[in-house]
């Protein structure tokens, strides 16, 4: 996909590269990083989860997919927080499969073992370029 826009005004709208390895080291380090205590107000911890999600910062959102569907897996979550944790896997989906050139049902894959066993994947190498 390609976007144009005029680079001046990129970050202000918050446009950015697609992450780089260490970028995905970094993703990957969250996923499989123990959870944030819940709220128990549902609707506290909704608002909080809807503002990291409107982050826009990849790391923000892995958080709350680790949490959200680790508590899911325990004890269901409500609609509303499902429908969040369904949008930050997509964008965090996505994303993975650009900066690692894999299938996006191979990086929801990938993301879901991260977080339910707590296990960092295999990435592979040559796709990801390092930082400069």
Do not use: C, H
Not at 16 to 27: K, L, P, T, Y
């Amino acid at each position: 996909m390609t976007v144009a826009l005029p680079l001046e005004i990129a970050e202000e709208i918050g446009v950015r590269s697609v992450v780089d390895a260490d970028g995905v080291a970094e993703v990957f380090a969250v996923l499989t990083d123990e959870s944030e205590p819940f709220d128990k107000v549902w609707s506290r911890r909704l608002k909080q989860n809807t503002e990291r999600l409107r982050s826009g910062n990849i790391r923000t959102i892995a958080a709350l997919v680790r949490d959200v569907t680790r508590r899911d897996d325990e004890k269901r979550v409500s609609y509303g927080e499902a429908s969040l944790v369904r949008e930050g896997m997509s964008l965090i989906r996505e994303e993975l499969a650009a900066a690692l050139d894999i299938t996006a049902e191979g990086a929801e894959d990938m993301v879901l073992t991260a977080v339910r066993d707590r296990v960092r994947p295999e990435v592979p190498e040559p796709a990801l370029p390092k930082a400069s």
